[in-house]
């Protein structure tokens, strides 16, 4: 068996043990592959033990790989966008994208909703709101949530299934459970008021287990599944 593969089976492991914890399904905890900065044979390691969603950072290395690996006849994968995104780099995520995780901004929202080719369907958001309040950070503050689902919800290119937040990097557990908690709080109202809100994002290698007790429908993990990542440069198109 593969390291991958190995670790993939670690995680949906974690992902069982953490839902038990708190009388969850593990069905209803999404596993996102995170392979940013990582090669297409990984990719495809992971592809053939199962994992068919992927998160990636970098729009232009993610087009690259994205086209390679179409291009290699896999067609059946789901790509999700999470990183930063510049406005110069929205018309290849609304081209090459399923899910974008990261939208923060309307200016964002709208040039992705005028670049989505129309043959495609439209295009997922989830809006990333940044829960820990670091300056430094992405994501929308809480006040700023509601403009920006409503313009999604006003464009047919365009369509509002949750919400992204990413914890501030600490081992006080408390501080993470106390940021996840108040995204939950809010993903629960808006999901009460619209039937297509399903995606609550929230957890990575390091706190998957407070993100699940705190509601998580979709936990991001890269480092668990390809490893650490080495940025020998920049990494490309940033
Ligand atoms: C890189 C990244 C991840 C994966 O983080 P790991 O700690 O490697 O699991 C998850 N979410 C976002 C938004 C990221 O940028």
């Not at 596993?31 to 199962?50: C, H, R």
């Not at 179409?70 to 929205?90: A, C, E, M």
């Not at 990413?166 to 619209?194: H, S, W």
């Amino acid at each position: 068996m593969s390291t991958i593969q190995e670790n993939l089976i670690n995680v949906q492991d974690l992902i069982l043990k953490f839902a038990n914890l708190t009388h969850r399904k593990a069905k209803d905890i999404q596993l996102l592959a995170v392979s940013k900065t990582k090669p297409v044979d990984q990719i495809i390691e992971a592809y053939n033990a199962g994992q068919r969603a992927f998160g990636e950072s970098y729009a232009k290395e993610a087009e690259l790989k994205i086209n390679e690996i179409r291009s290699l006849g896999y067609s059946d994968i789901v790509w999700h966008f999470i990183g930063p995104i510049q406005s110069n780099k929205t018309k290849i995520i609304a081209e090459n994208f399923d899910v974008v995780e990261s939208l923060d901004r309307l200016k964002i929202a709208k040039r992705l909703s005028e670049q989505r080719p129309k043959e495609l369907s439209p295009l997922k958001v989830l809006i990333q709101v940044n829960i820990s309040c670091e300056p430094q950070k992405s994501g929308c503050d809480f006040e700023e949530i509601d403009e920006i689902a409503e313009y999604v919800r006003s464009t047919d290119n365009l369509k509002l299934i949750g919400l992204m937040g990413v914890a501030e990097n600490t081992t006080e557990t408390d501080e993470i459970t106390a940021q996840f908690k108040k995204l939950q709080k809010k993903f629960n109202e808006m999901k009460a008021l619209d039937q297509n809100i399903d995606v609550l994002s929230m957890g990575m290698t390091g706190d998957m287990e407070e993100a699940i007790a705190c509601g998580s429908t979709e936990i991001r993990i890269g480092t668990a599944i390809f490893g650490a990542r080495e940025y020998h440069n920049s990494p490309a198109g940033a």
